[in-house]
């Protein structure tokens, strides 16, 4: 079973694929934007969740040698 797992609780935005349990790839994209502000904000994070995520489920999907079909979960 392919698992595509995505993070996006804080600063950074993040995918992995999970082929029966084994760690088939891990794509993550830290957010420098938060550094002027002392500490992360939320509406900056948002933003930049949303510009991110699509090139990086991509990644992750590339990195693990497999089509977008393949993904059970």
Known sequence: ???LGIETS?????A???SDGTVRSNVVSSQRCHTDFGGV???LASR?????IVSI???A??????AKNDLDV
Do not use: Q
């Not at 804080?10 to 993040?14: H, L, N, P, Y």
């Not at 930049?48 to 991110?52: A, I, N, P, T, Y």
């Open 10 to 14: 804080c600063d950074e935005t993040s």
């Open 1 to 3: 079973m392919n698992i």
């Open 16 to 18: 992995a694929v999970l």
């Open 57 to 59: 489920v991509e990644a």
């Open 61 to 66: 999907i590339t990195e693990a040698n497999i």
């Open 48 to 52: 930049e969740h949303e510009r991110l």
């Open 41 to 43: 904000v939320p509406e």
